[in-house]
């Protein structure tokens, strides 16, 4: 199996993550960066395994990947859950705002 291909889209997907994360002060952006950071490392996860282990029927890339894809969504609940409250409170999601625990 050729690794090239899933390893550029990977990183790809993990380069667009860091510039939104970097680059944007909206948290719901924020959060939708750091899943595109997550699937970035499914991605290497599952090909590295077809490329280490080509005939295991342990498939545990795969595993790993689905636990990664669990984690997140827990991950996105809580986030913005955090955001809603945020914005409750605020009526702005800025992350410049977020720093201030007090209101």
Known sequence: M???????FATFLFCVGIYGIIARRNAVLVLMSVELMLNAVNINLVAFQDLLFPGDSAVSGQVFALFVIAIAAAEV???LAIVLNMFRNRASIDVEDADLMRW
Not at 2 to 8: K, S, V
């Open 77 to 79: 609940g809580v986030g």
């Open 2 to 8: 050729n690794l090239l291909g899933p390893l550029l």
